[in-house]
C-alpha cells in the first residue's frame, strides 16, 4: 500500500495519505470530552470536501458536541500485514438548514443498528494526522534485525 522507507514498520503519512485513506472507509469513532471527561462513539462517517459527517440520534453525542464542539473522529483499517490509522481533530456543528441537510442526506449514511437517526454533524478539521503500520516480526534494536527477544 505505501513504500516505508528504509523498512521502518511505521510510516507517518502526508494530508494527502490520510485523506484518501479515511475517504474510504464507512466507520470510524468519534471523541469528545466534557468537564475533563472523556467519550468514544462508534459511528458511521462520510467525508466530502475534507469534512466528516455522521448521523446520529439525540443523546450523549449531541450534547457533548453542543458543549464542547472539539473532537477528534478516528478511522483505521487492519489487514493481515499492514494497518493505518487516520485521527481527524476539528470542530463539530449539528446541521440545521435544508441545505446542508440535503448535501448529508446524499451521503447515504446508514446507521449500524435500525431506528430514527436524523440528526447530521460535520467536523470542520483544523488538522488530519495519519500513520501506516507494516506487520512484521519484532526487532530489538540491540539484538538486531529479526531478533527473538524475550
Request: charged share 25%; no cysteine; net charge negative.
Amino acid at each position: 500500500m505505501f513504500d516505508h522507507p528504509n523498512n521502518d514498520p511505521v510510516l507517518k503519512l502526508t494530508e494527502e495519505q490520510s485523506w484518501a485513506l479515511i475517504e474510504g472507509t464507512q466507520h470510524g469513532r468519534l471523541v469528545g470530552v466534557v468537564g475533563g471527561r472523556p467519550d468514544i462513539f462508534p459511528v458511521n462517517i462520510a467525508v466530502r470536501d475534507r469534512r466528516v459527517f455522521f448521523r446520529t440520534a439525540p443523546g450523549t453525542k449531541l450534547a457533548e458536541v453542543a458543549i464542547n464542539d472539539h473532537v477528534l473522529i478516528e478511522a483505521d483499517g487492519i489487514l493481515s500485514d499492514q494497518a493505518w490509522s487516520v485521527v481527524v481533530r476539528g470542530s463539530a456543528r449539528l446541521l440545521q438548514t435544508s441545505r446542508e441537510l440535503a448535501v448529508a442526506e446524499s451521503l447515504n449514511l446508514r446507521p449500524w443498528v435500525p431506528g430514527p437517526k436524523e440528526q447530521f454533524v460535520e467536523v470542520t478539521p483544523v488538522e488530519i494526522t495519519g500513520r501506516h503500520f507494516r506487520f512484521g516480526p519484532y526487532r530489538d534494536p540491540e539484538l538486531g534485525e529479526g531478533s527473538e527477544g524475550g
